[in-house]
Each structure stands twice: as structure tokens, then as C-alpha cells.
């Protein structure tokens, strides 16, 4: 019920010009493949404009002047922001790509040989550089399992145990 309620408000602030500042991450146990996927929806207005101050490059996400190397600066961004760790040690993300949808964009990895139980200590601070506001969901499956978490400025690391 929570969930179906933060899909409608979500996809209601995407519909619209967003007026608060929220990333949604999608972390999903593949029992066949034994990995982690990981989906991050961005708006990617924000992620130009926290990338523009940060590397001083601007990307021109999502239009033909797009630079041929702007998934090399969205990669680099989002792994030294969002980082997923287990007893200390960080778990490599492989890059799988991206897409837009409307005034967002997916940007898709994947962690390789991924236990299929975990403690993991996840650093999820994309955007909050730039947005006081930033409020950053992520939603984890392992079959039937299912667990929500909320990242702030106060709370940028967080336990997932499944």
C-alpha cells in the first residue's frame, strides 16, 4: 500500500515539473544470473547540473549535442556516489547503460556474484552536493522480499540485510 502510494506521488512529481528533489534506485536479487541489478531513475536536469559544478563539463543530457563521452562522466558520478559495501569491502558496479523517459533518465548497473543473503551497507548520495532537499528511495526485491529505504543529507548510509 505505502509502495502503490510512492508510485503514484513519484510518478505524479515526473509528470510535472519536479518540485522536490528525489532520485529512485531499484536494486533487484537475480537468483539465476547470482547478481545485483541496480536502477537509478534521475532527473537529469539535476544530475547535469550537479556534473556541470562538480567536473565544470556540461553533458547536454538528452538532446543531439549530447557529448560522445557523457556516460563516462555520469559513471564516475555515480559510483563515487552511490557505493554498496559488504563486511567493508565495496562491491564493483559494472556500467550497463542508460535511457531516457520524459524529464528522467535510467541509468542501469550491475554487481556480479552477489551472495544471495547479505548484510550491506549502502552510501546513497547522489545529488545531495547540490540539494538540501534531496531525499534519495531505494526499493530492494529478492523474490518475494521486499524492503524500502529513505536516504537524507542526515542519513546517506544506510543498512539492507536480506
Not at 20 to 43: A, D, G, P
Not at 63 to 78: F, G, V
Not at 117 to 142: G, P, R, V, W
Request: proline fraction near 4%; aromatic fraction near 12%.
Amino acid at each position: 500500500m505505502l509502495l502503490s502510494y510512492i508510485h503514484v506521488l513519484l510518478q505524479f512529481f515526473w509528470l510535472n515539473t519536479h518540485p522536490i528533489h528525489v532520485t529512485v534506485c531499484e536494486l533487484n536479487y537475480n537468483k539465476q544470473q547470482r547478481s545485483l541489478e541496480i536502477s537509478h531513475k534521475i532527473f537529469y536536469d539535476d544530475l547535469e547540473t550537479t556534473i556541470n559544478k562538480r567536473y565544470n563539463i556540461k553533458l547536454n543530457l538528452n538532446t543531439p549535442k549530447e557529448l560522445p563521452n557523457a556516460d563516462e562522466y555520469i559513471h564516475k558520478y555515480i559510483t563515487t556516489s552511490f557505493i554498496v559495501r559488504q563486511q567493508g569491502k565495496v562491491l564493483p558496479m559494472t556500467y550497463v547503460g542508460k535511457e531516457y523517459e520524459q524529464d528522467a533518465v535510467w541509468v542501469y548497473y550491475e554487481i556480479p556474484n552477489a551472495p544471495s543473503t547479505a548484510n550491506l551497507l549502502i552510501t546513497n548520495q547522489l545529488l545531495m552536493d547540490e540539494f538540501d532537499d534531496q531525499s534519495n528511495l531505494l526499493h530492494f526485491q529478492q523474490q518475494d522480499y521486499k524492503k524500502s529505504l529513505r536516504f537524507t543529507l542526515q542519513d546517506r548510509v544506510l543498512e539492507l540485510v536480506y
